[in-house]
């Protein structure tokens, strides 16, 4: 699992931007509101829930941006490699 803060009233949102891979299918995505008074667009949370298949390495970007703006970079991009050991 993969936590990713941002603020949802800004219209951004996380994205996985690498493909997935056989070694770590992606499960299903979320996002969460973690605002401390229940207001709504503030903090939140983006959840990413993988599964573990085959052993090996897996690289995985996400990207924190405006999906309907075209041509704009990224405000923010992750980058991790998840190694999966064992079956």
Do not use: N
């Not at 009233?9 to 509101?33: I, K």
């Not at 207001?39 to 959840?47: H, Q, T």
């Not at 990207?63 to 991790?80: F, K, L, M, Q």
């Amino acid at each position: 699992m993969i936590r990713m803060p941002g603020t949802a009233g800004t219209g951004f949102t996380w994205q996985l931007a690498s493909p997935v891979c056989d070694v770590l299918p992606l499960a299903f995505s979320q996002q969460l509101e973690t605002s401390k008074d229940g207001r709504v667009g503030g903090p939140s949370e983006w959840v990413f829930t993988f599964t573990a298949g085959a052993p090996g390495s897996c690289p995985l970007t996400f990207v924190y941006h405006r999906p309907w703006e075209r041509g704009v970079a990224p405000a923010e991009t992750r980058s991790i490699t998840v190694e999966v050991i064992g079956p």
